[in-house]
């Protein structure tokens, strides 16, 4: 009796608890249906009034939007990987209905079946190729960690193939605007015709690691791409760099001779040397006329063009290097070259297709 006492009362709490939870989640919903009014109507609401002046959030909003850009390309980020997995699960709902399956059915058949084991020699070749092992980690424990790794990413490869099949077969087209904002070229340095469809507009500081890092990822981007790309470089030296700024100024002294990207090439390969006799000997090896580098470099002349650079990246919502507009798209970071292709391969999607219309 007891017992059966004890198994009421707690199936009691159970269900005032989940009466509880429900009513919780209702109550979120609500709030957020409500809210959903106020946000279209708050573009007209005023933040100050000054006599009879008013200033409304639509007139806050234009005068920030630079400043404002990073903020909404976060959030575009997250709509649009929330938006690619919700497409792909409407998809894959949708191809197994019509064959009459489930979703883990047709994941097996499509997906599962169609990957090829990993070996052990494919494994040993990977762990070879890479450095010393944690301490403690035997070769039998190393191996089946690669094995796990290279079967995910080859699961990764085919349902990324199988769900573009799905994809084209009925037609999907992603509606989801794409924040920009336009970047000035100016008279920075360029490579690449002014009238590419696509321009990468790269901040970019000579000390940091990373930026040197992915100076090879956008050579190999315009080799893959030729005359479709344009990269122009702006400055936006980091405080902790203290080379940085002077390294930028001799940049734009050779910028003046026309050999700024032999400069570019020869300041990221002696990131350990960006004193001033560095500086200059690096002139004289690019061939340089070094009486006119070493004047134009003591002079500091050039320092109000890094200055320009950095002032107009931070009004763009640039914090951090490299950051890079690709046609107005902000993204940051040394990205893989798949990245940048992904976007430059859209943008030229909608380039070609506008100019279809």
Not at 120 to 131: I, N, Y
Not at 161 to 186: M, Q, S, Y
Not at 238 to 266: I, S, T, V
Request: charged share 25%; net charge positive; aromatic share 6%.
């Amino acid at each position: 009796m007891l017992t059966s006492l004890l198994e009421g009362r707690t199936g009691m709490v159970l269900r005032v608890g989940a009466l509880l939870i429900i009513c919780a989640v209702a109550a979120v919903v609500r709030l957020a249906t409500a809210q959903e009014p106020a946000r279209s109507v708050a573009s007209s609401s005023a933040v100050a009034i000054i006599g009879d002046r008013r200033i409304t959030v639509a007139e806050l909003d234009a005068v920030a939007h630079d400043r404002l850009a990073k903020i909404r390309n976060e959030e575009y980020t997250i709509r649009k990987q929330v938006l690619d997995d919700y497409v792909t699960r409407v998809l894959l709902e949708q191809e197994a209905a019509s064959r009459g399956v489930t979703v883990q059915e047709l994941t097996r058949i499509e997906i599962d079946a169609k990957v090829t084991p990993v070996t052990e020699d494919q494994a040993r070749a990977v762990l070879e190729s890479r450095g010393p092992r944690p301490p403690g980690q035997t070769d039998a424990q190393a191996i089946a960690q690669i094995e796990i790794s290279l079967r995910q990413a080859r699961l990764n490869g085919a349902r990324r193939r199988f769900v573009d099949t799905l994809r084209d077969k009925t037609r999907v087209r992603i509606l989801l605007d794409v924040p920009r904002i336009e970047i000035p070229a100016g008279k920075a340095p360029s490579r690449g015709p002014a009238a590419a469809p696509v321009t990468i507009v790269e901040f970019s500081d000579f000390q940091c690691p990373y930026c040197r890092a992915v100076s090879g990822t956008l050579k190999t981007l315009e080799q893959r791409y030729g005359n479709k790309v344009r990269i122009v470089y702006r400055d936006f030296p980091l405080p902790n760099h203290r080379d940085a700024p002077k390294a930028a100024e001799a940049a734009a002294c050779a910028h003046e001779q026309g050999r700024f990207w032999q400069m570019h090439d020869k300041l990221f390969e002696s990131q350990s040397g960006l004193q001033i006799a560095d500086l200059k000997r690096y002139a004289r090896d690019i061939g340089l006329d070094a009486a006119r580098f070493d004047t134009c470099l003591d002079s500091g002349t050039r320092e109000a063009v890094w200055r320009q650079n950095l002032a107009e990246g931070q009004r763009f919502g640039v914090s951090a290097t490299p950051t890079f507009f690709i046609n107005g798209r902000m993204i940051t970071g040394a990205r893989p070259v798949e990245a940048f292709g992904e976007i430059i391969d859209e943008e030229l999607g909608r380039v070609a297709a506008v100019a279809a219309r």
